[in-house]
RNA sequence: GCCGUUGUAGCUCAGUGGUAGAGCACUUCCUUGGUAAGGAAGAGGUCGCGGGUUCGAUUCCCAUCAACGGCUCCA
C-alpha cells in the first residue's frame, strides 16, 4: 500500500500501481471528466501512468499551467496524426506547447502549405478527436528505438535519439501515430473540443539559420469551443491595441516606401509626443548632474575600428561611403563620439562622474524580417547617456541609473517588466566578446552586488552583454505577444581603454574610467511604440499630442471658443478648437475617437458665465467650471505627470 | 538574411481576361444643433513597380519592392 498526499494535505492510501486517473475519480467524478494531466512529486505525469511509491499528486486540468502544456502538447500529437495522414512520408522534429497553443516542426520533403491545407488538417484532427483515442505510453530500450527511427529513416528522430540514455526512452501512440515523447499527455483525444491551426512558418532546425528550415505549424486548442472563441476575440483586440494600426489611426507615424523601410515619419502628433517626453528626460537628468552634448550622425571608420564597434558591428551598420579616400560610417550608437567628448578635455577625478547625455539619432541596418513597426527600426533615437566615472563610485552611479527606470516606470504606469541581468558566454570569449575574463568576472560580479543591494527582482541570463560588458536589461511585451528590451544599463570596461581615455587622479596618476551606458527611455521609437500599446493609444494628459479640444455648440460661440482655445495655448496647453459647422453630438465622437483627454463643449451658458463644460474622454460630462480653475487643474496634471 | 502569406481610393475591404466598386474619411453647399455619427452633391485609383503570355492583363505567369506571420539576429 502507498500514501498518496493531496494538496489540501489529506492523505489517502491506495494499492501500489494507482493511477492519478484513479484518484481523481475518487476525489469526484466532475474532476475526473476534466483532468488533464497529474502533478505527482511536483513531476507533470500521465493520468494514467500507475504510481508505486509514496506521493503528493496534484490532479492538474486544463486550466492549470502544467494542465495547458499537456493539453497543448497532446494536440500537437494530433495534429501530426493528420499530418501524417495527408503527408505519409513527413518527418517530425519536435512539437513542444508555447504560451499560447502548440505547434509541431516537421520536413514535408518540399511540399508546401497553403491556408486551405490547415483547414484540411483542422478537420481531420477533429474528426481524429472525436474517435477519442487514448494516449498510449510504451517504453522501448535505445537500441531498439534507434533500429525503428534507422529502418523508418527518420534522421530528426536519431538526432533526438543521440541525447537520450536507455530507460528514458518512451513512445507514445493515439490512434495510428506513435512518436518518440517524454510525455506526458492527456487520456485521450477526445478531451479536445475546439481546434485552431493559426499559421504556417519557416523554422531553422535547432534554430540555426545554417540548417535546414523545417515548416512550423502552429495551432491552439481548448477543451470547451467557448474557450477558442474568447481567446481569439482577444487576439482582435490585441491587434486593435497593436501600435501599428493605433499610430496610424492617431496619426503619430508612418512609413513609405520612398524613405525606406524602417524608417519611421513622425507626424506632428508624434512629435508632440517626442517633445514631452524629451523635456520629461532633459528636466530630470539636468536634475541628476547630467550635461547635454551634440554629435554629428557620421564618422569616419577609424573611429568606428578603434572602439571596436566594426568587427562586431558592421553587418549591421549602413555601408559606408567613400570621400576623399576617407570612409565614412552613419552611426548606429553615441559612446565613441561621446568618448571624444571625454577626451577632448583634461579631466580631473573632481570632474567624475562625468555625465554626458544627448538624444542622438542612430541608424542601424537591420536586417529586412526584423522590421517590426516602431518597435525595430533602421533609424532610431535614443535617450542616450554615457557616464564616466571612477571604480570607486560605479556602484553607485549604476544604482543610480537603476533608481532612475523605476522612477520613470513609475511615471508610465509600467509594472509588467522583467529585470534581466545580461551575461557573457566564456565560450564566445575573443569572438562575440572582448576577451578579458577577468575583467568580465569582476564587472558581472559589480552588476550583481549592485542589483541584490538594490532589492530589485532580476533574473540572470546567459550570452546577451554587449560585447564591452555586461548589462541589465528591461524587457517588455508588444500587444501581440512579442518580447522587447526596453531599457538598458550596460558596464563598459573596454571602451576607455581603446580610446585611452582617463583622468588625473588624487595621486596625479593617470586612470581610466569606468563608462556606463543608459538609455532607460529606450528610443523615442521603441519607446512610443510600447506606450501607444500601453495606454491602448489613450495617452495620459501630459503626454497627449492634443490635450484639450474646445468645441463650441455652433458656431455662434466660435469667438468663445477661441478665446478659450487661446488661454490653453497661452498656458502651454495643446488645445485646438472644432471650428466645423457639425453637431455638438458629432464633435464629441470624433474627439473620443482621437483620445483626446479633455474636451470643452463650449455655449451660451458658457460663454456668459466665462465658463467651461468639462467632458473627459472614455468618462463622459464632469461638470461646468470656470475657465481659470480648469486651467489651474490641466497645468498641476501636466506637472505631475498624470 | 531565410520560409510562408499579402499588396485595389487617405483607411477598412469587395470585385473582374474586355482599362473598377462599397463604407468611413476628404471637398462644397444646406442645417446652428447641449454630451459618441444631421442632410445633399462632388472629387479621388495607369488595381505596389517591371517584364512576359494574350487581340486585350488589375485579373494568368515570372521577377522585384514593401508589408504581415514566424525563424535567425538585436535598443
Given at each position: 500500500m502507498i500514501k498518496i498526499t493531496l494538496p489540501d494535505g489529506s492523505v489517502r492510501t491506495y494499492e501500489a500501481g494507482?493511477?492519478?486517473?484513479?484518484?481523481?475519480?475518487?476525489?469526484?467524478?466532475?474532476?475526473?471528466?476534466?483532468?488533464?494531466?497529474?502533478?505527482?512529486?511536483?513531476?507533470?505525469?500521465?493520468?494514467?501512468?500507475?504510481?508505486?511509491?509514496?506521493?503528493?499528486?496534484?490532479?492538474?486540468?486544463?486550466?492549470?499551467?502544467?494542465?495547458?502544456?499537456?493539453?497543448?502538447?497532446?494536440?500537437?500529437?494530433?495534429?501530426?496524426?493528420?499530418?501524417?495522414?495527408?503527408?505519409?512520408?513527413?518527418?517530425?522534429?519536435?512539437?513542444?506547447p508555447v504560451e499560447n497553443g502548440f505547434y509541431y516542426d516537421v520536413d514535408l520533403g518540399g511540399v508546401k502549405l497553403t491556408a486551405e491545407d490547415l483547414v484540411k488538417l483542422e478537420e481531420k484532427m477533429k474528426e481524429l478527436a472525436a474517435q477519442d483515442n487514448p494516449y498510449i505510453r510504451t517504453e522501448?530500450?535505445?537500441?531498439?528505438?534507434?533500429?525503428?527511427?534507422?529502418?523508418?529513416?527518420?534522421?530528426?528522430?536519431?538526432?533526438?535519439?543521440?541525447?537520450?540514455?536507455?530507460?528514458?526512452?518512451?513512445?507514445?501512440?493515439?490512434?495510428?501515430?506513435?512518436?518518440?515523447?517524454?510525455?506526458?499527455?492527456?487520456?485521450?483525444?477526445?478531451?479536445?473540443k475546439a481546434i485552431k491551426l493559426t499559421n504556417i512558418a519557416g523554422a531553422y532546425w535547432k534554430g540555426d539559420e545554417r540548417n535546414k528550415q523545417l515548416t512550423r505549424i502552429y495551432g491552439i486548442s481548448f477543451p470547451k469551443q467557448q474557450q477558442l472563441d474568447e481567446y481569439l476575440k482577444m487576439l482582435e483586440e490585441a491587434r486593435q491595441r497593436d501600435h501599428r494600426t493605433l499610430g496610424r489611426e492617431l496619426e503619430i507615424f508612418t512609413f513609405d516606401d520612398d524613405v525606406g523601410p524602417g524608417l519611421p515619419l513622425w507626424l506632428p502628433k508624434g512629435a508632440a509626443i517626442i517633445e514631452k517626453l524629451e523635456a520629461l528626460a532633459k528636466r530630470t537628468e539636468k536634475e541628476q548632474g547630467y550635461v547635454r552634448v551634440k554629435t554629428p550622425h557620421i564618422a569616419r571608420e577609424s573611429m568606428y575600428l578603434r572602439s571596436g564597434h566594426l568587427p562586431y558591428y558592421a553587418e549591421s551598420m549602413f555601408p559606408p561611403m567613400e570621400l576623399d579616400g576617407n570612409k565614412y560610417y552613419l552611426k548606429a550608437m553615441n559612446c565613441p563620439h561621446h568618448h571624444k567628448i571625454f577626451s577632448?578635455?583634461?579631466?580631473?577625478?573632481?570632474?567624475?562622474?562625468?555625465?554626458?547625455?544627448?538624444?542622438?539619432?542612430?541608424?542601424?541596418?537591420?536586417?529586412?524580417?526584423?522590421?517590426?513597426?516602431?518597435?525595430?527600426?533602421?533609424?532610431?533615437?535614443?535617450?542616450?547617456?554615457?557616464?564616466?566615472?571612477?571604480?570607486?563610485?560605479?556602484?553607485?552611479?549604476?544604482?543610480?541609473?537603476?533608481?532612475?527606470?523605476?522612477?520613470?516606470?513609475?511615471?508610465?504606469?509600467?509594472?509588467?517588466?522583467?529585470?534581466?541581468?545580461?551575461?557573457?558566454?566564456?565560450?564566445?570569449?575573443?569572438?562575440?566578446?572582448?576577451?578579458?575574463?577577468?575583467l568580465w568576472q569582476e564587472t558581472e560580479e559589480m552588476v550583481r552586488r549592485v542589483l541584490i543591494k538594490s532589492n530589485l527582482p532580476f533574473k540572470e541570463v546567459a550570452d546577451e552583454a554587449a560585447f564591452y560588458g555586461p548589462k541589465i536589461d528591461i524587457q517588455i511585451w508588444s500587444a501581440i505577444g512579442r518580447e522587447f528590451t526596453i531599457a538598458t544599463n550596460q558596464v563598459d570596461f573596454a571602451q576607455a581603454e581603446r580610446f585611452d581615455l582617463y583622468f588625473t587622479n588624487e595621486h596625479n596618476e593617470k586612470e581610466r574610467?569606468?563608462?556606463?551606458?543608459?538609455?532607460?527611455?529606450?528610443?523615442?521609437?521603441?519607446?512610443?511604440?510600447?506606450?501607444?500599446?500601453?495606454?491602448?493609444?489613450?495617452?495620459?494628459?501630459?503626454?497627449?499630442?492634443?490635450?484639450?479640444?474646445?468645441?463650441?455648440?455652433?458656431?455662434?460661440?466660435?469667438?468663445?471658443?477661441?478665446?478659450?482655445?487661446?488661454?490653453?495655448?497661452?498656458?502651454?496647453?495643446?488645445a485646438t478648437l472644432d471650428e466645423r459647422p457639425e453637431k455638438i453630438g458629432r464633435k464629441i465622437r470624433d474627439t473620443e475617437v482621437r483620445k483626446v483627454p479633455y474636451m470643452l463643449i463650449v455655449g451660451e451658458k458658457e460663454q456668459e458665465q466665462g465658463t467651461v463644460a468639462v467632458r473627459r474622454q472614455g468618462q463622459g460630462d464632469?461638470?461646468?467650471?470656470?475657465?481659470?480653475?480648469?486651467?489651474?487643474?490641466?497645468?498641476?496634471?501636466?506637472?505631475?505627470?498624470?
Open positions: 494507482v493511477t492519478a486517473l484513479q484518484i481523481a475519480t475518487d476525489i469526484s467524478a466532475g474532476l475526473a471528466r476534466v483532468a488533464v494531466s497529474a502533478e505527482v512529486n511536483g513531476e507533470v505525469w500521465d493520468l494514467t501512468r500507475p504510481i508505486y511509491t509514496d506521493a503528493t499528486v496534484k490532479i492538474l486540468k486544463f486550466e492549470d499551467d502544467g494542465g495547458k502544456s499537456t493539453f497543448w502538447h497532446s494536440t500537437a500529437h494530433l495534429m501530426a496524426e493528420a499530418i501524417e495522414y495527408y503527408y505519409p512520408g513527413a518527418k517530425f522534429w519536435v512539437g513542444p522501448m530500450p535505445k537500441a531498439e528505438a534507434v533500429a525503428y527511427f534507422t529502418e523508418k529513416g527518420d534522421e530528426y528522430k536519431l538526432d533526438l535519439l543521440q541525447g537520450l540514455n536507455d530507460g528514458e526512452i518512451t513512445f507514445y501512440t493515439q490512434g495510428k501515430f506513435t512518436d518518440l515523447c517524454r510525455g506526458p499527455h492527456i487520456p485521450s483525444t477526445g478531451l479536445i577632448a578635455v583634461q579631466r580631473s577625478y573632481r570632474d567624475l562622474p562625468l555625465r554626458l547625455a544627448e538624444y542622438g539619432t542612430c541608424y542601424r541596418y537591420e536586417q529586412s524580417g526584423e522590421l517590426f513597426g516602431l518597435m525595430r527600426v533602421r533609424s532610431l533615437q535614443m535617450n542616450d547617456a554615457h557616464i564616466y566615472c571612477t571604480k570607486s563610485q560605479f556602484e553607485e552611479e549604476f544604482m543610480k541609473v537603476n533608481e532612475l527606470y523605476v522612477r520613470y516606470f513609475k511615471i508610465f504606469g509600467i509594472e509588467k517588466y522583467v529585470m534581466r541581468f545580461s551575461k557573457h558566454d566564456p565560450k564566445k570569449l575573443g569572438q562575440k566578446y572582448i576577451n578579458n575574463p577577468e574610467p569606468i563608462i556606463i551606458h543608459r538609455a532607460p527611455l529606450s528610443t523615442h521609437e521603441r519607446f512610443i511604440g510600447f506606450l501607444l500599446e500601453h495606454y491602448a493609444g489613450k495617452f495620459p494628459v501630459w503626454l497627449a499630442p492634443e490635450q484639450v479640444a474646445v468645441l463650441p455648440i455652433s458656431d455662434k460661440y466660435l469667438a468663445y471658443g477661441r478665446q478659450v482655445r487661446d488661454t490653453l495655448v497661452k498656458n502651454g496647453i495643446d464632469q461638470g461646468v467650471k470656470p475657465l481659470n480653475e480648469f486651467v489651474e487643474q490641466v497645468l498641476y496634471e501636466i506637472r505631475e505627470y498624470k
